[in-house]
Antibody, heavy 118, light 111 residues
């Protein structure tokens, strides 16, 4: 069974940094694209970033490009999201998601909460 | 950036009745491989989203055949043939061809 477990969410001040982690199990991690999706409180879903299986290709939504960096360690079955220059509007529940192909998100973690506030 | 526009944004349905959600894309989601990369997700209250339909009309494993997806190019529809209580939640369309974009979501409740 596929499991995705996020961690690292916290309360941080505007301008601060945070690194989210997601540990995967139950599948061949190194063969899948991985994605981060976020959901602000009471709002809809927003795709944030993705990374290809070997880690050489990454994509970002415009609002985080240049501030967030997605990476992975296939030896540790883990994907990360380094978030810098955090803004109040980055406050959200961040989900780690497995992408089968072109956005077919078939497995989701439970999410980790990031709150950006002074 | 590709924009997905869902309608309606909320829907109240009597159990056993059909329901339909529209999703319109600002660009075609038809790939040169012949597949349309438009997917549907359901987020039940307090839960992470779950995949319902992928590539326009394929039901994900375990999804009831009461759900069906249709459309082409830029106009898409999710249909529920007979709504049940367990169908309550927010439905999102999502495109995976031009990076990724979600629609605003459609909240479905039971009358």
């Amino acid at each position: 069974e596929v499991h995705l477990v996020e961690s690292g969410g916290d309360l941080v001040q505007p301008g601060g940094s945070l690194k989210l982690s997601c540990v995967a199990s139950g599948f061949s991690f190194s063969t899948y694209w991985m994605t981060w999706v976020r959901q602000a409180p009471g709002k809809g879903l927003e795709w944030v970033a993705n990374i290809n299986p070997d880690g050489r290709q990454t994509d970002y939504v415009n609002s985080v490009r240049g501030r967030f960096t997605v990476s992975r360690d296939n030896a540790k079955n883990s994907v990360y999201l380094q978030m810098n220059s955090l803004r109040v509007e980055d406050t959200a529940l961040y989900y780690c998601v497995r992408d089968v192909l072109f956005g077919r998100f078939d497995s989701w973690g439970q999410g980790t909460l990031v709150t950006v506030s002074s | 950036d590709v924009v997905l526009t869902q309608s309606p944004l909320s829907l109240s349905v009597t159990p056993g009745q059909p329901a339909s959600i529209s999703c319109k894309s600002s660009e075609s989601l038809l790939h040169t491989d012949g597949k349309t990369y438009l997917h549907w997700y359901l987020q039940r209250p307090g839960q992470p989203p779950q995949l319902l339909m992928y590539e326009l009309s394929s039901r994900f494993s375990g999804v009831s055949d009461r759900f069906s997806g249709s459309g082409s190019g830029t106009d898409f529809t999710l249909q529920i043939s007979r709504v049940e209580a367990e169908d309550v939640g927010v439905y999102y369309c999502m495109q995976g061809l031009h990076l990724k974009t979600f629609g605003q979501g459609t909240k479905v409740e039971i009358k």
